[in-house]
Nanobody, 126 residues
Framework: EVQLVESGGDLVQPGGSLRLSCAAEGFTFSDTRMYWVREAPGKGLEWVSTITSGGTTYYADSVKGRFTVSRDNAMNTMYLQMINLKVEDTAAYYC????????????????????WGQGTQVTVSS
């Protein structure tokens, strides 16, 4: 059974930092393209970042230069290091895996794409 478990969300002040983790089970993590997607209340889903199986990374313009995605294939874990956090980064952050047979996309097409974790809440507020 595929499991994706996010952790690391917290309440942080503007300008602060957090590192999110996504622990994966039930599939060959090292062969899998992974994504971070966030959802703020009333704003819908927003793609944040992608990391390919080969380690190539992509970022939304809104987080470029502040967020860094990485993966540890030995630990079956993906990370999102976030610095200089802004109020507008407040959202639930979801880890998504591309399933075998899914289109090879840089950005997930929506909730029906891939497998999703349960999310971890990041709140940026003074």
């Amino acid at each position: 059974e595929v499991q994706l478990v996010e952790s690391g969300g917290d309440l942080v002040q503007p300008g602060g930092s957090l590192r999110l983790s996504c622990a994966a089970e039930g599939f060959t993590f090292s062969d899998t393209r992974m994504y971070w997607v966030r959802e703020a209340p009333g704003k819908g889903l927003e793609w944040v970042s992608t990391i390919t199986s080969g380690g190539t990374t992509y970022y939304a313009d809104s987080v470029k230069g502040r967020f860094t995605v990485s993966r540890d294939n030995a630990m079956n874990t993906m990370y999102l290091q976030m610095i200089n956090l802004k109020v507008e980064d407040t959202a639930a952050y979801y880890c998504v895996r591309r399933r075998p047979g899914d289109a090879l996309r840089m950005v997930p097409s929506g909730r029906t794409f891939g497998d999703w974790g349960q999310g971890t809440q990041v709140t940026v507020s003074s």
